[in-house]
């Protein structure tokens, strides 16, 4: 019985590990699960701009707390990016020393690349 109960705690702690460590083990993994094939405003890009910028950059704040840099739709987001070039991304990729979002972790790179495959396909809705 002694025997049965090692050999499953052991077996527990060696898949609880390997699960822990499975960005070491496999570093692409968010890569491989990162669906950038069908980016849309409202169902992926909105989302992440909403959890993730509106504190700074939606509309009733973006003036005095977003550098007056408004991200709070898909119009004035378009307008931006369509007038500054690759500033935004530049940000959000934490390039170029002006890192966004301020005082907050980096984007996920999948987030990151939901939205540069939505600016890079012509912004769908």
Known sequence: ???????????????????????????NAAYV?????????????APIVEKNCN????QAVY???????????LTVIKDYVNSNGS??????NWVGGH???????KLSDCDINKITAWINKGFPQ
Request: aromatic share 8%.
């Open 55 to 58: 504190s700074c950059h939606g």
């Open 33 to 45: 699960s990162c669906d950038t094939s069908s980016v849309g405003y409202a169902q992926i890009v």
């Open 99 to 105: 890192n966004m979002p301020k005082s907050a972790d």
């Open 1 to 27: 019985m002694k025997t049965i109960a090692l050999l499953l705690l052991s077996s527990t702690f060696l898949i609880g590990c390997y699960y822990d460590k499975a960005d070491i083990i496999n570093p």
């Open 63 to 73: 003036a005095s707390n977003g550098g007056n840099v408004p991200l709070y739709s």
């Open 87 to 92: 500033k935004l991304l530049n940000s959000i």
